[in-house]
C-alpha cells in the first residue's frame, strides 16, 4: 500500500513553463531568427494594410446602413402623414355624400359643402358630382382658378365610356363595390400629376352617382413632407412605371435625375393606386478608390515594404561579423551575470566606466545612471560623503587593504545596506594601468542574522533553547524572524523562509509592509482573538531536510506589541517511516500471496506445461524418425513444423501470463477495462479449474464504464476467490452437475455505495459455517490444512484499499445451504485524490491537518495488520 503523502505548498510549487512560441523561438539558429525578425515587420505592414482597407470598407458600409436607417424612417414617417391627410378627406367625402343621398342639395348648397371641403384641404384642386350615367351635375374648382388658353377654369377629367382611362377605370369600380376608389395617377390637361377619389352616392340602395375629388400630387407631397426629412433627403412621388411625378428637389431641365445609391420606397396609402413615396439618400464620404488617404496608406507601406528588402539584404551581409560579435558578446555577459557580486570600474580619476548587472540590481540605480559619474557618486548616504570621499582616496592612490573595507552603501530608494569592498588596479591590454576594478559584495543578511540571533538569546529562556522541537516567531507586519531556539537553528538556519515553509508555504510578499505613511494596515485585525485562537496542528514535509514535522502554529502579542506567529514544530520522522514501512509489509504480503497462490497452483501448471511439451516432443520424434526413413515431404515436414512452433507458444504464453501476475512492480492505479481484468483472472483461473475438472460458467454486462484500480491487485483477489470456490467443490466431492462456478460482474448503484461494478464469484459447494464466517478474515485463520490464512484478508485489505466492499453470504434453497457466494465492490468514479495519494511524491512543504494523517497512517497500516492481528476486523 503505498505511503501517504502530503499536499504541496504554494510556495514550493513548480514555475510556470516558458509558453510554446519562447521555447519555438529559442530553437532557431541566430540567422534564421534575424530573417524572421526582419520578416515580422514586413508582415506587419501587409497586415496593417489589410487592416486599413478593411476599417475603410467597414466605416463605408456603416455609413451606408445609418443613410438608409435615416431615410426609411423619413419616408415612413411621410407616408403616415399623407395617408392620414387622404383618410380623413375621405371620412368627410363619406359624410357628404350621405348627406346628399339623404336629402336634396341645389347648386347653391353644393358650392357650401365644396368651399368648406377645399379651404380645409389646398390638396384637393376640384370636386365634382357626376350622375350614374357620368353626366356632371355641378363642380368646384381650387382658388385661384386654373383658366385655360381661352380663358375658362379648365374642367375636371370626367370619366367617359367610350374610354378607358384611368378615371373610367375608378368610376367603374365605385359603381361595383360601393365603396371609395382612389384612380391611379394622370396627367391634367395642365401638365399637373394629380389623381382622383370616387366616392359612390346612393338612392333608395341604387348607385346614384359619385363625388369626384381630384388631389394635385405636387401639392401633397410640398405640404406634407417634414421639413427636417426634407431638409436631409429627397423625397419623391414615382408610378408604377418608376415616372417620377413630385419631389422635394427640382431636377434640372433636360436632364435626368442622378443615380442615388440609397433609396427606400413606401405605398402611398390609403390609395394604393401605384403611387410610391420614393426616399433618395446620398453618402457623404467619398468612395475608398478616391481616398487621399488610402492611396497614402499603400504608398506609405509600399515605401516600408521596400526598405525592409534593403534591410534584408544588408543583414545578410552583417551576418558573420555579427555572429562572431555575439559569441564573444555572450561568453563576456555569461562571465558577468553569472556572477552574484557587483563590479565597478573607475579611471584613475575616480569616473565610473563600468558597472556590471549585479551591481545594478544591487543599488537600484541603471546602467545608464552610473557610467560617467565622478564623485560624490548617487549611491553614497549623505550623511557618509567625506567619509566615502575618503575611502575613495585611499582606493586611488592603491592604500586599500587587502581583507576589504566594509562600506555603507544607499540604494536608489533611499534604504542602505552593509556591503564589503574589494579593489584591485585595472590592466590594459599594453600592461599600463586604467583605472581600478571594485567586487562589492552585500553582507546586510549576514549581519542582520548575527544581531538577529544574538538577540534572540537575551530574550529568551534556555528551556525553549533545549528543546527538541523546532520553535520560532514571525512577526505578520514585516514578516520579520524574531526568535528561532537552537533546533530551528539547526534545521533551517536563521532565515525566515523555514518558518514560512513550515507555516504552509507562505512568501514574503503574502505579508502586508507598513504603507508609505508609516501605517500599519493590519492595525485593525482582531489581534485579541487570534491570540486566543488555540494551535492548529498539521503534517509538513521538509524536501531539503527529508524529515516529516508536526506543525503547530498560533498567534500572541510580541514584547513590543506586534502581531507575531509562533511555530512549534515537533520531529515525527520516525513515525512517517514507521507507516511507510506498515506500507511495505503490505506490498510484500500481496507478493507473498500471489507466491503462495502459485505454488498451490504448481501441480496445475506443470500439467498445463507438460501438455505442450509433451506434444512438441512427440512431433520432434516422429520428423526425427520420417526424415531418417527419407519418407517425409517438404508439406508434410512444414506442418509438423507448424504445430511443434504453436504448442511452443502455447507453453511460452502460459509462462509470460505466470511471470505478469508474479512479477514484483510498484502499486499503479490506472484507467482499466474490467472485462481485461476478468479475461486475465480467468486465464490463470482455468488451469486449477481444469485440473480440479470445475467448469466456470462468466456472465459479464456489456458496456460496462472503466474502473480506476491497479489491475494486478484486483486479478489476484479474483484469482483467489475462484480458486477458493474451486478448492470448495473440489474438496466436497460433488456430481458434476454441481461442479461449476458462476462468476457475474454486473453494475450496482445503492444508497451507501453510490455507482459501482459488482464482481461475484458463486459456488455449489457446502458452504460457510457460523464461526467460519465470523473468523473469515482473521489472519493465519484458514479451513484448509495446508493453508497459511492470509488471502482472504489481504482480499479484504486490497477491496478496502479501492474503496470498495467484500461480502460472503451462503446460498439456500429454503433452509438448505446449497453453495456460498463471495462478493465485492469497485467505485466506478475515478477520485483524483485516489491518484494523488497513489502516485503523486512527497514534495517539500506539503502539509496536512494531523488528524488526516493519522487517518492515512491507519489506512495504510491495514493490509500488513491484517496479516499479523489475533481480532477479527469487523466491516
Known sequence: MPTPLREAPAGTAARTPRRPFDRW??????ARQDRLATLAPLLSVLLFLAAIISSFWYLRNEEIERESASLKRDVEITQQQIGLRLIQSQEALIRMAREFSAH?????????????????????????????????????????????????????????ESRKNEVEAAFVGARATRSPVYSRPFIDPVGTPVFQLYVPLAERSAFAGALVVEYSVETLLRRFVPAEAAQ???????????????????????????????????????????????????????????????????ALSGLTVWMLLGSMRHVRRRAQIQNALVQETSFRRAMENSMPTGMRAVDPDGRITYVNAAFCQMIGFTT????????????????????????????????????????????????????????SPLIDPRGQQTGWMSSITNITEAKRIRDLLSASHERFTTVLEGLDAAVSVLSVEQAELLFANRSYRLWFGGDAA?????????????????????????????????????AHPC?????????????????????????????IATDITARVRAEEQAAAQADKAQMTSRLVT????????????????????????GMIGRVRADTIGQADLIAA???????????????????????????????????????????????????????????????????????????????????????????????????????????????????????????????????????????????????????????????????????????????????????????????????????????????????????????????????????????
Open 641 to 875: 513444423l507448424q504445430k511443434t512452433a504453436h504448442q511452443a507458444a502455447r507453453a511460452g504464453q502460459v509462462i509470460r501470463r505466470i511471470r505478469a501476475f508474479v512479477k514484483r512492480s510498484e502499486p499503479q492505479r490506472q484507467k482499466v477495462d474490467a472485462r481485461a481484468i476478468v479475461d486475465d483472472a480467468l486465464e490463470l483461473a482455468g488451469i486449477e479449474l481444469r485440473r480440479r475438472n470445475v467448469a466456470i460458467h462468466s456472465d459479464i454486462a456489456q458496456r460496462l464504464p472503466p474502473l480506476y484500480v491497479d489491475p494486478i491487485l484486483i486479478e489476484q483477489v479474483l484469482l483467489n476467490l475462484l480458486k477458493n470456490a474451486a478448492e470448495a467443490i473440489d474438496g466436497a466431492a460433488l456430481p458434476p452437475a454441481r461442479r461449476h462456478i458462476e462468476l457475474r460482474v454486473m453494475p450496482r448503484h445503492t444508497l451507501e455505495e453510490g455507482a459501482v461494478i459488482e464482481f461475484s464469484v458463486a459456488d455449489r459447494g457446502p458452504g460457510l459455517t457460523v464461526d467460519v464466517i465470523d473468523r473469515l478474515y482473521e489472519a493465519f485463520f484458514s479451513t484448509k490444512a495446508e493453508g497459511l490464512g492470509i488471502g482472504l484478508s489481504l482480499c479484504r485489505s486490497i477491496v478496502e484499499s479501492h474503496r470498495g466492499r467484500l461480502r460472503a453470504e451462503n446460498s439456500y434453497n429454503g433452509r438448505q445451504i446449497v453453495g456460498c457466494c463471495f462478493s465485492f465492490t469497485l467505485p466506478i468514479e475515478a477520485r483524483e485524490r485516489d491518484a494523488g495519494d497513489e502516485h503523486v511524491p512527497a514534495s517539500a512543504g506539503a502539509a496536512t491537518p494531523a488528524g488526516a494523517g493519522t487517518e492515512r497512517a491507519a489506512r495504510a497500516a491495514t493490509a500488513a495488520t491484517s496479516l499479523f492481528s489475533t481480532t477479527p476486523i469487523n466491516e
Open 25 to 30: 523561438w529559442r530553437r532557431q539558429s541566430p
Open 539 to 567: 503534517e509538513v514535509h521538509v524536501e531539503k531536510l527529508d524529515k516529516w514535522f508536526d506543525v503547530r502554529a498560533r498567534y500572541l502579542q510580541w514584547t513590543d506589541g506586534r502581531l507575531a506567529q509562533m511555530l
Open 498 to 534: 523555514g518558518h514560512l515553509e513550515l507555516a504552509g508555504g507562505l512568501s514574503p510578499s503574502d505579508f502586508a509592509p507598513l504603507d508609505a505613511d508609516g501605517v500599519d494596515p493590519l492595525s485593525g485585525l482582531p489581534a485579541a482573538e487570534l491570540t486566543d485562537t488555540g
Open 368 to 423: 545608464s545612471e552610473l557610467v560617467g559619474q565622478l564623485p560624490p557618486y548617487p549611491y553614497w548616504a549623505p550623511e557618509r560623503i567625506d567619509e566615502n570621499g575618503r575611502l575613495l582616496q585611499q582606493e586611488l592612490q592603491g592604500r586599500s587593504p587587502a581583507g576589504g573595507i566594509e562600506v555603507k552603501m544607499m540604494r536608489k530608494d533611499g534604504s542602505q545596506f552593509d556591503a564589503r569592498l574589494y579593489v
Open 104 to 160: 336634396r342639395v341645389d347648386a347653391g348648397q353644393f358650392l357650401e359643402y365644396a368651399n368648406t371641403f377645399m379651404r380645409e384641404r389646398p390638396e384637393v384642386t376640384q370636386l365634382s358630382w357626376i350622375d350614374a350615367q357620368r353626366r356632371l351635375r355641378y363642380t368646384q374648382w381650387a382658388m385661384p382658378y386654373r383658366l385655360g388658353d381661352d380663358g375658362m377654369p379648365i374642367r375636371a377629367v370626367l370619366p367617359l
Open 232 to 298: 436631409r433627403h429627397t423625397i419623391a412621388v414615382v408610378d408604377a412605371t418608376d415616372r417620377r411625378l413630385a419631389s422635394t428637389v427640382t431636377s434640372l431641365p433636360g436632364r435626368p435625375p442622378s443615380y442615388t445609391p440609397i433609396v427606400a420606397d413606401a405605398p402611398l396609402t390609403p390609395a394604393l393606386n401605384g403611387l410610391m413615396l420614393r426616399g433618395q439618400g446620398y453618402r457623404t464620404s467619398i468612395g475608398l478608390i478616391g481616398n487621399t488617404l488610402f492611396w497614402m496608406v499603400v
Open 598 to 621: 502459485m505454488g498451490e497452483m504448481a501441480s496445475s501448471l506443470a500439467h498445463e506445461l507438460n501438455q505442450p511439451l509433451t506434444a512438441i516432443t512427440n512431433y520432434c520424434s
